[in-house]
């Protein structure tokens, strides 16, 4: 039971973050996660309020989460399931509160039940403890942000300790060196494996062909995770590959977009990964094309920008 006083909080709360979001929409500011931020200053516990009655599905792993969100979110609209996300990918718990808080009517109600949220690695703990997910999807573990990821080996078992209180099923890469490790530690834990390559997506022991628009060999891994987060959901897997095959891709993500007549493919890369994964694919287009770099070493993203400095740019001197 609600207290009257917290009552009050909870109304200022909510209509403080949507005040603020309609401000931030209007100066052309995102509004990703200052209002989660403002909220929270009012009443602390307000994203446990406006998720309470959503299934939470999580969305982790280095590379590929808003990709692999944005899939999830296209069967969604196939089969016409209401939900919600933090698209943008605003994804530690201010992103995530703002997202719920878009989601809450005035009472702090959910309009949509089902919400596909982006998690960054170090946040899967307190998002498990307090969104109660259904499904963790886990995409493959690499190197990254080492002066705030430490290593692979430690994302790994920061997730590992969120799963042994947790009832959601977690779908996993079958490829990734840390799986196993992790799988064998969850004693009696409902787990989903997949993997995918181009064509082709394997959930547990089913296979699946599968057509992305792009075709980029690395996104078929992400096509995988969608199609076990349906599995782990009990929905219909047969809509999958189809809503897949016509799905448009998320800002920046292999984006096609024209600058004076000029056809220029947007992609990102903060990685050494994701930045070979994006330089295989280019180097697989019909066309000939060349390649500008942009490095960006601000603090959300960290400052240790050793992946790009250290890169064998060597073997792509026909692109660069």
Avoid at 57 to 66: E, P, R, Y
Avoid at 118 to 131: R, T, W
């Amino acid at each position: 039971m609600i207290k009257k006083d917290d009552q009050t909080a909870i109304a200022l709360a909510i209509q403080t973050a949507k005040d603020c979001c309609a401000q931030c929409q209007s100066t052309g500011t995102g509004g990703t996660s200052l209002p989660g931020l403002k909220a929270a200053e009012i009443y602390p516990d307000i994203l446990q309020v406006v998720s309470k009655g959503v299934r939470t599905i999580l969305v982790t792993g280095t590379n590929g989460k808003t990709t692999t969100v944005k899939m999830i979110a296209t069967i969604f609209e196939k089969i016409g399931i209401e939900h919600f996300s933090n698209y943008e990918g605003a994804n530690i718990e201010s992103g995530i509160t703002t997202a719920f808080l878009r989601n809450a009517d005035p009472k702090g109600d959910p309009v949509a039940k089902f919400a596909i949220i982006e998690c960054d690695e170090l946040f899967v703990p307190s998002m498990m403890q307090k969104l109660d997910p259904d499904v963790l999807v886990m995409l493959p573990l690499y190197e990254d942000q080492p002066d705030r990821l430490k290593s692979p080996e430690y994302v790994c078992g920061v997730i590992g300790s969120a799963l042994s209180d947790s009832r959601a099923t977690l779908c996993v890469d079958r490829n990734c060196p840390y799986a196993a490790e992790l799988i064998e530690n969850l004693d009696h834990h409902p787990v989903i494996s997949y993997s995918g390559e181009t064509g082709r997506c394997m959930v547990d022991e089913q296979e699946y062909s599968v057509q992305l628009p792009n075709d980029a060999a690395y996104h078929y891994c992400n096509a995988a995770a969608a199609l076990a987060c349906m599995k782990a959901l009990a929905i219909e897997m047969g809509v999958g590959p189809a809503a897949l095959k016509t799905m448009e891709m998320p800002f920046g993500r292999l984006e096609p977009i024209s600058i004076e007549n000029t056809k220029v493919i947007l992609t990102l890369a903060k990685n050494t990964v994701s930045l070979k994964n994006s330089l295989d694919h280019l180097r697989t287009l019909s066309k000939k094309c060349r390649v500008i770099l942009g490095i960006n070493a601000a603090t959300i993203d960290g400052h240790n920008i050793f992946w790009a400095t250290d890169f064998e740019y060597e073997k792509y001197s026909d692109l660069l």
